[in-house]
């Protein structure tokens, strides 16, 4: 972007206050303590064998509780909540023991929220533990605390770098990009999403209140999943629906071969159970795009806008479902070969292995941008086993017509570790142990 972005006011302090040094960091040395008593009512008794949480892809309906344990992490494979919110923060522990405490605490919080339950007591005269915006009581809302590791986490301050996912790297900019530092990467991203915002504002106003000395604020954004209009996928802001062709996260067999790293292959043990994730904000040109004949808009895309069916489809009611076909129209006279669908996967056998990925993606509204436009577009965000399935398929969109409509300015590419199995784990703990 070549308007310079201010940095989130929760990445600066005033000049009058401590730095993240001592005082922030014996803070939280000091609060580790009173996290895990806050999330001892989940604990197993030591020494049990307590089965691994079976995880249904909707969660519990009578609860709002989507379970935390489990050996792959919520927020994933689970079906994505209305509201997302995208935190990513930069790491200033001293050492590798505080480091693991940092995850400690991250986990401890984590399955207090989205598990929900009473706060407890604050002493006299001292300021109570919980801001109250949930109430007395912290309902979970079906809650999904999903935490990812960037590739600067894994550079020599903890003596990880022996231990990096083999093809976690940082986001290099692509053809048409225009990456803002201040709203890329990161050293470890916290993915929040629910049924109500409230829920995730106050979800991330707990985290930071616990790691404060630890880990700062680099960015964030808040995002939203449009209803669906009429029915099936939601729309985006160009009026499309987005996410239709998706792996089915109820077969094990699929989400094993194109989502999970899996034990006994070049990836390091630890990552077995978990995912590269990929997020890219990218702004929408809405002033532009509202200009074209909807003729135009849909060979853009590939898709009929009101049904969201291959271009061959006619009829308005035709389902979103039908499978493109490209066998018969080698020359792109029925969907057109630069656009955004076709390029994404073109049902070639040389694209095959790198045209599916897991899309769990949000739109994102922010302000009145510096010129008066609207500040409208897409935290495109999706998982895969290979960050390199991600890489070759948006490489390939580089050429897309869709292209002069949009504006990629921030996001990351990071790894998601394997779930919380049981109350005495804890996030990335085969890393760091």
Known sequence: ?????????????????????????????????????????????????????????????????????????AGIADPPQPVGSFASFDVTAADRGELIELFRTLTARARFLTTGGTPPKAPPGSPPPDNDILGPRIVPDNLTITVALGATLFDGR????????????????????????????????????????????????????HTDGVMKPRWRIDCQRNPPRPAGTPRDWFGFKDGIANPDTTNTAQMDRLVWVQPHTAEP????????????????????????????????????????????????????????????????????????????????PQTAATSTILRRSYDYNQTLGVHGGLDLGHAFCCFQRE?????????????????????????????????????RDYYARGLLT
Not at 179 to 194: E, F, I, K, R
Not at 395 to 420: C, H, K, Q, W
């Open 269 to 348: 043990a630890w990552a077995a159970g978990g995912t590269y994730q990929v997020l890219r904000i990218v702004r929408f040109n809405l002033e532009a795009w509202q200009k074209l004949p909807l003729a135009q808009q849909e060979r853009i895309f590939g898709r009929r806008k009101a049904s969201g069916a291959p271009m061959y489809a006619m009829s308005e009611n035709a389902s979103d479902l039908l499978d493109p076909v490209y066998t018969n129209d080698p020359q792109g006279l029925i969907t057109p070969l630069n656009s955004h669908v076709r390029l994404a996967n073109p049902q070639t």
């Open 387 to 423: 960050l390199n399935t991600y890489i070759t398929m948006q490489t390939r969109l580089e050429g897309e017509a869709l292209v002069p409509f949009i504006s990629p300015r921030g996001g990351g590419y990071f790894f998601a570790p394997p779930g919380v199995r049981d109350d």
């Open 158 to 209: 903890y003596g990880l770098g022996a231990r990096k996912p083999i093809q976690l790297i940082t986001m290099q900019p692509f053809r048409h990009d225009d990456l803002d530092p201040g709203l890329s990467q990161g050293d470890v991203l916290v993915q929040m999403c629910a049924d109500h915002r409230d829920t995730t504002v106050h979800a991330l106003l707990d985290i930071l209140a």
């Open 1 to 73: 972007m070549t308007d310079e972005k201010p940095r989130n006011p929760e990445n600066s302090r005033p000049s009058g206050e401590c730095p993240a040094g001592a005082f922030g960091r014996r803070s939280f040395l000091q609060g580790t303590l009173v996290t895990g008593l806050v999330g001892a009512a989940d604990r197993s008794p030591p020494g049990s064998d307590a089965p691994l949480a079976d995880r249904s892809a909707g969660g519990n309906a009578s609860t709002g509780a989507i379970p935390f344990h489990g050996y792959h992490q």
